[in-house]
């Protein structure tokens, strides 16, 4: 059964920082596409960041240059690297990988507020 494990949510100020981590059982490198995705209440899923096969990147206009994603393939993990943090930035984030199918982490939240 394929495991995804999504840790790194928390309380933090706006203009802090969070790392937020994706730990899977697959492999990351033989993956279509790693995404992050956030969804505030009352609101839909949106997508955060994605990096595809070949390490090409994308992310939301909201985020561009505060956010970093990244993949580490020795202990297959997906990261996302949240810099300067606003209020609107608070959601639950959601890991996904995207092989043969897609998968899902459980959510972690995120609450921007001082």
């Known amino acids: 059964q394929v495991q995804l494990v999504e840790s790194g949510g928390g309380l933090v100020q706006p203009g802090g920082s969070l790392r937020l981590s994706c730990a899977t059982s697959?492999?990351?490198?033989?993956?279509?596409?790693m995404s992050w995705y956030r969804q505030a209440p009352g609101k839909q899923r949106e997508l955060v960041a994605t990096e595809n096969g070949v390490g090409s990147k994308h992310y939301a206009t909201a985020v561009k240059g505060r956010f970093t994603i990244s993949t580490d393939n020795s202990d297959n993990t997906v990261h996302l690297q949240m810099n300067d943090l606003k209020p609107e930035d608070t959601a639950v984030y959601y890991c996904n990988l995207q092989g043969r199918q897609p998968y899902w982490g459980q959510g972690t939240q995120v609450t921007v507020s001082s």
């Open positions: 697959l492999s990351v490198s033989s993956l279509y596409a």
